[in-house]
């Protein structure tokens, strides 16, 4: 029996989300072609030969300013201690490797071991990966390599393997059914979340949090959901509704249908769009992230 983990980081939209829900085979973190998409720490369990891997997506590294993308980016460095092993997904398609390789440079203090994924190779000419490889793992602690796409999974059974390998003699940490550590109200608020990042565009997804309000199970099966959207504007309130409400309906839908497949049942989703001004700056929307609120 073996159990570990393993902690994915990476420069934002590198692509860590899409390869932990590959990995586990299910949507455990949320996904879309922004940057900045994961806000903590979120785990995501597979099972594979005698092994449970315990995959740790976290988000993107980048040079934080607000105070969510301090907290965010705290949340990736701390994900990083006591795991067994950093895997650091490189995105083939960036225009360049340099925020990795500081990234890889600072990780080497850690002394734990490093493997490099460099993820959407199927977006990348082939001549253009070898100067890369050469790159990213020059002078530095690379234990091991992999070429991947995330998306359409090529490389992804060699890497798994190998992950498997790899995890140490341990008891399983988790039941063998269990999937993720968020619970299922936090995970339907992140899916409402990653349709408003790929429906609305500039600043917009990143003045938004959502939050679960209200869960009802009904006996015939059905689950009512609803859920708070806080913009920081009033004019932000306008542009997610949409005129006659369309844009949020169009969100609304979107995400319901999503949940109905990870639930497994019918859902009614209710979306309230609030303004709170300040919502980055308190707490309480801190702990519902599931990220610490530093006052420094
Ligand atoms: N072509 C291609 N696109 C990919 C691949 N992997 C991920 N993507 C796309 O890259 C974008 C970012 O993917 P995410 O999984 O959200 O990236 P992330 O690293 O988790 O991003 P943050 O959470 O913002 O740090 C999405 O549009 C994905 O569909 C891949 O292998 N090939
Ligand atoms: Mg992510």
Known sequence: MQCGFVTI?????????????QLVGSKVSIVSPKVQTTRRRILGVVMHDESQIILV?????????????????????????????ILVIADATAPSQEPT????????????????AINKIDKCPRAQLLPMIAELTQEKPIQKTYLISALTRDGIESLLNDLAGKMPSAPWHFPEDQLSDVPQRFLAAEITREKIFQFLHQELPYAVTVEGEKWENFANGDIKISQVVFVMRESQRRILLGKEGQQIRRIGEAAR????DILGARVHLFLHVRVAKDWAERRQHYEEMGLEFKTS
């Open 9 to 21: 980081v990476g420069v934002p939209n590198a692509g860590k989300s899409t390869l932990v829900n």
């Open 101 to 116: 390789l500081a990234l890889i440079d600072k990780l080497k203090a850690s002394n734990i071991p490093i493997w490099l």
């Open 257 to 260: 249908r999503d949940l109905q």
């Open 57 to 85: 997506d976290t988000p993107g590294i980048f040079e934080p300013k607000k105070r969510l993308e301090r907290a965010m980016v705290a949340a990736a460095w701390s994900a990083i201690e006591g795991t067994d092993l």
